[in-house]
């Protein structure tokens, strides 16, 4: 009879794996690879102080405040952007959560997900709890190993399950080796740990939010509540099954690469707070104006020809902030009318202020969507959409898009990420704050705004209700 406590499953390449999320030192990364992830961190507190202004995150915090405050003698540790104490685990709930609620961050093309969303929120409530949250260094250099892990385990979960499920998925298993890191758990229980987040995680089914849309988004908050939660069980001696997604000798190819091949840098920024696969669409329409402005006044419809998944988006009149984000017509409409008014597409534009405007929802019912084959085989390496405008007066006008900035291969600059941050940040309660995040994220050597004798300013940056 096999002993489930001492045969653990660990292979040679989990060994790896875990060698390398417990060993990893900031020294050990390239320079380039920890300056973008700076950048990182700062483009998520971006997304999350916008996202901290919706229902959705009004709704997940008070969830984690009653119910799953830490109990007896248990570590509290604050909700971002919020301050209020819960468990570790609800707090990265309401963390991931909160930066879900705007479909404005970072995304790694070969997983079809986003692995920054649960990480983030995991990283800064383990290292709360922990004492840790002033060790900079130790927090990039656990966010370089959840991107590094994550990315992988996300191509790993696609490559051997038959269905398409989120990031929260995948990401609880990445989390969960992140916060074994950061607590100092063993070899052998981080590897539990990431057995028992596998086990645990939500294997939620990602076109069906898709076709019927709501606050459940990506499952990233899910995914980073169930990674600390495995992480604090294997700190207690639970065991869990060998993560297959770590192990599975049909990803070797995907492991083998780790801490030599560095995919950090390639994940894409998205600079419009909807679905990326709404954003070629978007991109070629932004393409034609570059190069002509026009009346939109005159545009008779709209035909857009775009891969299986973006015409899946559809909902050209969407009821909510979280239908707005998982549309095609809704963005590809509200961008027209943001060029038009001489600005960017913002958060705004998902709100329910501009839910209101009739302008908006007139050109969104012009639009016309047709599924195209050689789109659908290029997916998800290549996100391609191709816009076509019908004026009035019977001019046409086409535009192909093959790349959305932000892509690796056409990336934005550091400036646009930070500007950015910026129209995120600036219209919510928490603008007061931009100078003293971007200087903790980007230049953590510089003076920071006064804190008060109890908090650290990064405690108050990060945590303060005001």
Avoid at 252 to 269: A, C, H, S
Avoid at 270 to 282: D, F, G, S
Avoid at 352 to 364: K, P, V
Avoid at 415 to 443: H, S, V, W, Y
Wanted: glycine fraction near 8%; include cysteine.
């Amino acid at each position: 009879m096999t002993d489930h406590v001492t045969d653990t499953g660990l292979n040679n390449q989990a060994a790896h794996v875990i060698a390398f999320i417990q060993e990893l030192k900031l020294s050990d990364i390239p320079p380039e690879v920890v300056t973008h992830a700076r950048y990182l961190m700062l483009d998520l507190l971006g997304v999350a102080a916008a996202g901290r202004q919706t229902r959705t995150a009004d709704i997940i915090i008070d969830y984690a405040l009653g119910c799953m405050a830490a109990g007896g003698d248990s570590p509290s540790v604050p909700i971002l952007f919020d301050g209020r104490l819960a468990s570790t685990a609800g707090a990265a709930l309401a963390g991931g959560m909160m930066i879900d609620a705007i479909d404005a961050h970072d995304g790694y093309k070969p997983t079809k997900g986003h692995v920054g969303c649960a990480l983030l929120p995991s990283i800064l409530a383990a290292l709360a709890k922990t004492g840790q949250l002033e060790d900079m260094d130790g927090l990039l250099t656990a966010l370089v190993t959840g991107y590094e892990v994550g990315s992988r385990c996300g191509v790993a979960l696609h490559r051997t399950a038959s269905d398409y499920h989120t990031s929260g998925a995948w990401m609880a298993v990445a989390v969960a080796g992140v916060v074994s890191r950061i607590c100092g758990l063993d070899a052998a229980a981080c590897w539990h740990a990431m057995g028992i987040a596998e086990y645990h995680g939500p294997r939620s089914q990602m076109m069906r939010v898709i076709d019927y849309t709501s606050m459940l988004k990506d499952g990233s908050g899910w995914g980073a509540m169930a990674g600390v939660s495995a992480a604090e069980m294997a700190a207690l001696g639970f065991t869990g099954a060998p993560a297959a997604i770590i192990r599975d000798e049909e990803c070797t190819d995907i492991w083998e690469t780790l801490g030599k091949e560095w995919l950090l840098p390639r994940q894409y920024i998205k600079l419009w707070p909807v679905c990326r696969w709404a954003q070629p669409a978007m991109q070629a329409v932004l393409t034609l104006w570059q190069e002509e402005a026009f009346d939109i006044q005159q545009i008779e419809r709209i035909e857009i020809e775009t891969f299986h998944e973006s015409l899946r988006l559809a909902s050209p009149h969407p009821a909510s902030s979280d239908e707005a984000q998982y549309s095609l017509c809704w963005p590809v409409a509200a961008l027209l009318v943001a060029l038009c008014e001489g600005r960017e597409v913002t958060a705004y534009d998902v709100s329910e202020a501009a839910l209101a405007r009739a302008d908006i929802h007139s050109l969104s019912g012009r639009i016309t969507l047709t599924e195209k084959a050689a789109f659908n085989q290029v997916f998800p390496a290549l996100r391609q959409s191709e816009v076509h405008l019908y004026f009035r007066d019977g001019r046409h006008r086409s535009a192909f898009s093959a790349h959305t900035r932000g892509d690796p291969e056409t990336p934005v600059s550091y400036a646009e990420m930070t500007a950015k941050f910026d129209r995120l940040i600036a219209p919510t309660p928490l603008a007061a704050r931009a100078e003293g995040l971007r200087q903790i994220c980007l230049n953590p050597a510089a003076a920071l705004p006064e804190a008060s004798l109890m908090e650290s300013p990064l405690n108050q940056l990060l945590f303060s209700s005001n």
